[in-house]
């Protein structure tokens, strides 16, 4: 079966002393729309990154992230991994 691509985005937030913590992710319908969230998000969160992943259904194997856009602060660790 063909792999499908998830597109989602991650806020950040800030935690106490200042930490950047991920927030609650959510899946978005299109690398622009995930962009776009994204880009909003950042306005009310510390920031936000947009990454697709294409998934195999199938097996659950899936590809590496591939980071879309990122937006305000995000811990540099994740820029690394998507």
Same mark, same amino acid.
């Given at each position: ?26 899946? /978005?319908?299109? /690398? /622009?729309?995930?962009?776009? $969230?994204?880009?909003?998000?950042? $306005?009310?969160? /510390?920031?936000? $990154? ?6 195999? *259904? ?7 992230? &591939?980071? $879309?856009?990122?937006?305000?602060? &995000? *811990? ?7």
């Amino acid at each position: 079966m063909a792999k499908k691509t998830f597109y989602v985005v991650q806020p950040f937030e800030l935690g106490k002393r200042g930490a950047l913590k991920a927030g609650a992710a959510m899946e /978005a319908r299109t /690398a /622009a729309d995930a962009e776009r $969230i994204a880009r909003r998000m950042a $306005i009310v969160n /510390a920031g936000a $990154i947009a990454f697709s992943r294409d998934v195999d *259904p199938e097996s659950d194997d899936a590809d590496p992230p &591939v980071l $879309i856009a990122s937006f305000g602060q &995000v *811990p540099d660790s994740t820029l690394e991994a998507a």
